[in-house]
């Protein structure tokens, strides 16, 4: 036996069964993980040349004081993150706290009463059903008189075009997009189909606003949605293009004009984007930034893996391993409830972080029903970190993404498989 089976087998708690399905598995994917090197490689070289040619240099990792005027670190990374998203302008800021606030910020500072929101994805993420007002809440964009109207996915599971052209009214001022498949079982829209959705629409109406949420999305392909004519994208530094490196914040880029309105909400009316501190976190950010494309690309490989070793155990899981993917969600559905937190005690149990503790189901607030989360991250809630979560219900789906390694993916689903087997 050789050192590596020895310590996964004798000491991390592998069964070998489980290990010789992985090594099968692997085997069988040397063709898939070659395609993502492509991309991966090619994301890489795209942001050393943006950041060359932006000429990053270390008294941009310094940070300023009180209002933060010509704070030039902030300047540098909101310059970066435009260029590489070829957008006209970006906030990337820490004082963003999350992905649903740098949406929540986009919505807020270009719909004006009596607009209406065209989601064309279907239900937008669940956090984003109060900032809308799809679920009662208060301070909901309904409040202010802002409508919202949704079209789903057909039958099939594609965009509804036809759909989408019918929905469009004159009081229509924003399509929404979601790009990934969230916590639902559909195919994540890929940069071709967010074209095709952007072409139509503004051949509709070109004045409409097309925002894209790209939560989970950022250097799965080697183009981003503003670069098909998305006018605004958001998303969380915690997640994809902080590379597991950034602390906490937001990004918004997009064009000039928008991004200047949502700097209005950000701060307040007059000031926009002239002041707000870094708190050192611009180093971290672009360094995260620089990780990224590597990274993501690792962490997709363990979501191919995952989706792998449960098709060879003949479960049902989306994407299938040699599907298309434009996020780094893997689904997979198991057979019961104790599956769900078998497996998640098995991804807990694989973590570099609070792996002795246990996670147990619970009533989240804003969820139908019990809920079991399993993450042990450097990062609080960072999902571009390895984690699963599930709500405790048929069709008994755990949702497994991220892995700052591909190494540590893959001890995850070995532990969670080794933990369902038991
Ligand atoms: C994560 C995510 C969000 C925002 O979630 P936060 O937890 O607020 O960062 C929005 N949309 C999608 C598709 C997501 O995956």
Known sequence: MNFKRDLLINNLGIKE????????????????????KEVREYNQYKVLNVMQECRLSDTHFNWTTGYGYNDIGREKTEEIYAKLFNAED????PIIVNGTHALSLCLTGLLRPNDEILSVTGKPYDTLEETIGIRESKGSLKEFGITYNQ?????????D???????INERTKMVFIQRSKGYSWRDSLSIEDIKKVVD???????NIIIMTDNCYGEFIETKEPTEVGVDIMAGSLIKNPGGGLALTGGYIVGKKELVELISYRLTSPGIGKECGLTFGTTRNVLQ??????SVVSQAVMGAILCAKMFEKLDYEV????????????QIVKLNSAQEIIDFCKGIQAAAPVDSYVSPEPWAMPGYDSDVIMAAGAFIQGSSIELSADAPIKEPYCVYFQGG???EHSKFGVMKGISQILK
Not at 318 to 329: L, V, Y
């Open 318 to 329: 989306c994407p299938k391993s040699n599907e298309r993917r434009s996020d780094i969600i």
């Open 90 to 93: 970006a906030i990337v800021r």
């Open 17 to 36: 069964e489980v290990l010789n399905l992985c090594e099968e598995a692997e085997k069988e994917l040397q063709e898939e993980f070659e395609k993502l």
């Open 200 to 206: 139509l629409v503004k051949s509709v109406n070109e």
């Open 288 to 293: 995260g930034l620089f990780m990224a494309p």
């Open 151 to 159: 079209v789903d996915f057909l039958e099939n599971g594609s965009i």
């Open 161 to 167: 075009y036809d759909g989408i052209k019918e929905k």
């Open 404 to 406: 700052l390694t591909y």
